[in-house]
């Protein structure tokens, strides 16, 4: 799932498990409803509801915000980034210098 690759996944522990598996039964359920011309009320509360976990996981910028936390370039790379969603983990040196961490603030 997707959620692993971002910064925030760090501060993950096992008591994020639970949010982490409903944010991705919602996913699913989006993916299902997205084609169903019927069920548009309830693709509308499904991605309400998704919206919800996504700030509880600190995976919008109001989430974010309400958990202190920040997002930064590695301390080689020199630079800094606002942008939550990181490259996915590669194993080349210079790749690693890249790579973003998440900071409480």
């Known amino acids: 799932m997707w959620v692993w ?10 008591g994020h498990l639970y949010a982490i598996a409903m944010r991705a039964s919602l996913e699913d359920r989006m993916a299902a409803l997205w084609d169903d011309e019927d069920r548009e009320a309830m693709l509308l509360r499904t991605i309400g509801e998704a919206r919800q976990y996504d700030d509880r996981l600190g995976l919008s910028p109001k989430g974010m915000l309400q958990l202190r936390w920040s997002v930064r370039a590695n301390e080689g790379a020199g630079q800094t ?20 961490r998440l900071k409480v603030t």
């Open 5 to 14: 690759r971002t910064p925030q996944a760090s501060q993950f522990n096992s």
């Open 81 to 100: 980034s606002a942008d939550p969603v990181g490259p996915a983990p590669t194993t080349s040196p210079k790749a690693a210098t890249n790579v973003r």
